[in-house]
């Protein structure tokens, strides 16, 4: 089992619609979560960081559920522009600050 | 501007032949690592460093070497690259070792061994 796990999609969603992404990971001591943006061929941008009490950015919503391990990011009124892979992030706080990564979920968002 | 910076972006090169990729970020960032993006499998880390002269083995570390003489800089090398190494390449940064430091990425480098 991937320690963090994502449909890969693609989500084709029209513009203007509300779309979520689920994300589970495997080590229930993991303590840091992250939504990360990644562009074609580019680098990953930290989308924001994820609260156990769910937080919210503009039209990103983040949840966490640490009983069920998963994490969601709800995006609502979607743009052209968010067309993008989005990677689950999990740091399980043991040495070495290390990220592990999903391996994305693409989303496209068409007119 | 804050930036992480890599080189080269692009090497098509043979086995063999030794090569490093160059990383330097210049926000007095404590903690570097370097991941590997291959389809299917996600970002996993070759290699990471603390601090200066403090360097460990990631997931990957396998045909990769790391040195971190200098806070800013911290290249990767491959000492005689084979074909599964070929592969996309991401430095990253943070300010910290900690359980709530994103980290910053370079643009990447896009390594083919032939």
């Known amino acids: 089992r991937k320690e963090v796990e994502q449909d890969p999609g693609p989500f084709n969603v029209p513009e203007g619609a509300t779309v979520a992404f689920n994300c589970t990971y495997s080590n229930s001591a993991s303590q840091s979560f992250f939504w990360y943006r990644q562009d074609c061929r580019k680098e990953p941008k930290l989308l924001m960081s994820v609260y156990s009490s769910g937080n919210e950015d503009g039209r990103f919503t983040a949840q966490l559920n640490r009983a069920s391990q998963y994490i969601s990011l709800l995006i609502r009124d979607s743009k052209l522009s968010d067309s993008a892979t989005y990677l689950c992030?999990?740091?399980w706080g043991g040495g070495g600050n290390k990220l592990t990564f999903g391996t994305g979920t693409q989303l496209k968002v068409e007119l | 501007e804050a930036q992480v910076t890599q080189n080269p972006r692009y090497l098509i090169t043979v086995t063999g032949k030794k090569l490093t990729v160059t990383c330097s970020q210049n926000m007095n960032h404590e903690y570097m690592s370097w991941y590997r993006q291959d389809p299917g499998l996600g970002l996993r880390q070759i290699y990471y460093?603390?601090?200066?002269?403090?360097?460990d083995k990631g997931d990957v570390p396998e045909g990769y070497k790391v040195s971190r003489k200098e806070k800013r800089n911290f290249p990767l090398i491959l000492e005689s690259p084979s074909p599964n190494q070929t592969s996309l390449y991401f430095c990253a940064s943070s300010p910290r070792q900690g359980k709530n430091q994103p980290q910053h990425f370079g643009d990447g480098t896009r390594l083919s061994i032939l």
């Open positions: 460093s603390m601090n200066v002269e403090v360097t």
């Open positions: 992030v999990v740091n």
